[in-house]
């Protein structure tokens, strides 16, 4: 088998997603209900959430079977191919070995439609005609509508404004699948007007973006709502990426040294690397798993470890997570889809933990290697899978420095096809890094909830 690129059949796809929390030796503390600060029963979610949904964010079963229905649409595109980037490492003229798992693949064009599937699948299922939701850069949007129209469902996108406008043709390819696309904040919900009264012109955020769709959902007995990101449930279903790529690499005799993902709400990290955290926690296994996420929006890296609301207005649980606080208004860079506030729960807890890490970097070295990448390998990337890219090259120039063979292993979660504005910009010298000032985060972080 050729070790350029390493493909599974059908027959070798996952069938079941992992459930890192059956194995986490601390688990997060549990969500609390934003009205009484007591601990979620299931019934707080039920006005928004199908059952079955409901019931894998809160298992601890180490595996939970993917429906029968759910595997006809991922044989689209899955398994995805596994490559290696011999281009790059001669650029780089390291002796490192660099794969990629390409989620680019999907129909979406990112990693995103492994959990958006699933989640208007079991939403048909419980009878739910509409799905109202939120997107960044646009990936969860395009992704959602696609999947809410293999299921003949109805899909409204509150989409954040300043990608709404930067990314234009996301937007469009929302339509084209049939869905409603508005520009948050917006006026069309409550938490969307009380912003706009505040700031008319406020570029938007996934904080605010979300509290408009929750609103939308909670207002509507057909409609529930659908996150692309943070929640236990939206990581399980992901978690066919790392076990793909954990297959794909036992083919050609490998193992990574470093398993390295963007990091914005925690989907694409989480996917690509909890089976290796698995292998990390129940066997021991040697293997760094790196969180990166922009300077700009630092959640990880300078952070508070604590309860906070996933939106701006108060209507979601609070979570016990990694938080620049819901009042933190993200510049705005072209990575629009890791420009959020909090992390999830389970990544925080393990970067806690340290059995993951995490590492920031400003936009213009992110596009840097990202440009590298897609003339050396031949794909554009996103700006978001650019992050990982970055530290992929700096893992690779590391062990240049050393004289020392190093696997890395990163995920391309999606192509920048629908991003070259954005490239635009980076070869006209019109990119700005915006390293977060210390009193801005420590303004932000005073309004963080007194639990």
Known sequence: MSETKVLLTEKEMPRAWYNILADMPNKPKPPLNPATKEPMVPQDLTPIFPLELIKQEASEERWIEIPDEVMEIYKLWRPSPLCRARRLEKALDTPAKIYYKYEGASPAGSHKLNTAVPQAY?????????????????????????????????????????????????????????????????????????????????????????????????????????????????????????????????????????????????????????????????????????????????????????????????????????????????????????????ESPLVSQLVHDGIAEAVAYGQTAVFDSGVLFARCEGIVPAPESSHAIHAAVEEALAAREAGESRTILFNLSGHGLLDLPSYDAYMEGNLVDYPLPEENLKKALEKLPKI
């Open 122 to 342: 079991y939403n048909k299922k419980e009878g739910i005609k509409r799905l109202a939701t939120e997107t960044g850069a646009g990936q969860w949007g395009v992704a959602l509508s696609q999947a809410c129209n293999f299921f003949g469902m109805e899909c409204t996108v509150y989409m954040v404004k300043v990608s709404y406008h930067q990314k234009p043709y996301r937007r469009s390819l929302m339509h084209v699948f049939g869905s409603e696309v508005i520009a948050s904040p917006s006026d069309r919900t409550n938490s969307g007007r009380e912003i706009l009264k505040k700031d008319p012109e406020s570029l938007g955020s996934l904080g605010i973006a979300i509290s408009e769709a929750v609103e939308d959902a909670a207002g509507r007995d057909d409609t529930n709502y659908a996150l692309g990101s943070v929640l236990n449930h939206v990581l399980l279903h992901q978690t066919v990426i790392g076990l793909e790529a954990r297959e794909q690499l036992s083919k050609v005799d490998n193992y990574p040294d470093v398993v390295i993902a963007c990091c914005g709400g925690g989907s694409n990290f989480g996917g690509a690397t909890f089976p290796f955290a698995y292998d990390k926690i129940v066997k021991g296994a040697k293997v760094k798993l790196l969180a990166v996420e922009p300077s700009a929006c630092p959640t990880l890296t300078r952070g508070r470890f604590g309860y906070d609301y996933g939106d701006v207005a108060g209507f979601t649980p609070l979570l016990s997570m990694y938080t620049l606080g819901t009042e933190f208004m993200p510049p705005g860079i072209h990575a629009g889809g890791l420009r959020y506030h909090g």
